[in-house]
């Protein structure tokens, strides 16, 4: 068979080694996904077909000799000796000098996961406590992050734990398909992954967590995060982030945005576990959700709050009025 080297089948590799690998490691993966485990017959050995991965990695590498940052975008940085990461979230910088083309200065990006990683470590642990692994779908959707930047919050959650000398709470993340962590997870942080997530359950069931001071924040992605971290279950914590985006992180009832007061309470007639799109539900603080449940409250077809006569000495602001979803569904 013939195959051609190119940047995208390298990155993807890079990406299912967890975004950190050694390039024999990355040249292994391309040879296995993508030619069989065999050699290209356009290419003349092995050794000029691992030779070209390594020149087309270095053609995006920034602290490569002549790399334009002006023509190429960094695809991938030299963390070490052989070793490559990918330079997701960099920017390039030309150095102003006249008649020199000198190396580029690479400036990072700041990266809109990094204020989520604090939730998502939340809710990790308490997946971890659950004893069941989530994948990788499972996380992407739950606090809207692509695919490269759920690599890098990983691994930082993964890097965290290992300094904290703590189980490596990341490998509770797997693919779907396999219900395995990616090889670079055994490649960084040298544990098999099925070992670590029964360490981690042991380790999270014996600790008493203590929740951290809320922090007051305008930012409706880190509020969003925080939300959704209190549901261990992939596919409600999915709906969380759904929900909360659709009512504008706020209760419709009273217009409470204290996160750690609220809940995504289901629409009466919705099935928990199928009815998960953002119109199958409304954000609401606790009080009012159980009385939602109990139904000594309910919102009419119109969105008319009524209450029974029980509720009315101690709710009854919010008779007669309507709920307000901003981002009506």
């Known amino acids: 068979m013939n195959y051609t080297v190119n940047i995208a089948d390298i990155e993807q590799a890079l990406i299912g080694l967890g975004g950190e690998a050694k390039a024999k490691n990355i040249q292994d993966k391309i040879l296995v996904d993508y030619c069989n485990n065999s050699v290209p017959e356009n290419y003349q050995n092995e050794r000029s077909f691992r030779q070209t991965i390594q020149r087309k990695m270095e053609d995006y590498c920034p602290q490569a000799d002549g790399f334009d940052g002006l023509k190429k975008q960094a695809k991938f940085l030299r963390v070490g000796h052989g070793l490559y990461r990918l330079a997701l979230g960099l920017s390039h910088d030309k150095k102003q000098s006249e008649g020199t083309s000198k190396s580029k200065k690479v400036s990072p990006v700041p990266a809109a996961y990094k204020v989520k990683l604090p939730a998502m470590r939340d ?146 007639g919705r099935d928990w576990r199928k009815h998960n799109a953002a119109s199958d539900g409304y954000v609401m603080r606790k009080d009012l959700h159980a009385l939602y449940d109990n139904n000594l409250l309910i919102i009419e077809s119109d969105g008319t709050i009524k209450l029974h006569e029980a509720a009315v000495s101690q709710y009854g602001q919010f008779a007669n009025q309507n709920v307000s979803i901003p981002n009506n569904v």
């Not at 670590?196 to 359950?201: A, I, S, T």
């Not at 596919?235 to 809940?263: H, K, M, P």
Request: proline share 4%; hydrophobic share 40%; glycine share 8%.
């Open 123 to 268: 809710w990790l642990v308490r997946v971890a406590q659950r004893g069941q692994p989530v994948t990788y779908g499972d996380v992407k959707a739950a606090f809207g992050l692509d695919r490269f930047s759920l690599v890098h919050a990983l691994a930082r959650l993964g890097r965290q734990s290992k300094e904290l000398e703590e189980p490596i709470l990341s490998a509770m993340v797997v693919n779907k398909v396999t219900g395995r962590c990616g090889p670079g997870f055994d490649a960084e942080f040298g544990v098999n992954d099925v070992d670590e997530r029964k360490r981690l359950h042991k380790f999270w069931t014996e600790q008493t967590i203590q929740s951290p001071v809320p922090l007051v924040t305008a930012d409706i992605e880190e509020r969003m995060a925080r939300f959704v971290s209190k549901e261990a279950r992939p596919q409600q914590a999915a709906f969380r982030r759904r929900v909360f985006d659709a009512c504008g992180g706020r209760c419709v009832i009273s217009g409470c945005d204290l996160v750690e007061t609220l809940d995504a309470a289901h629409k009466k």
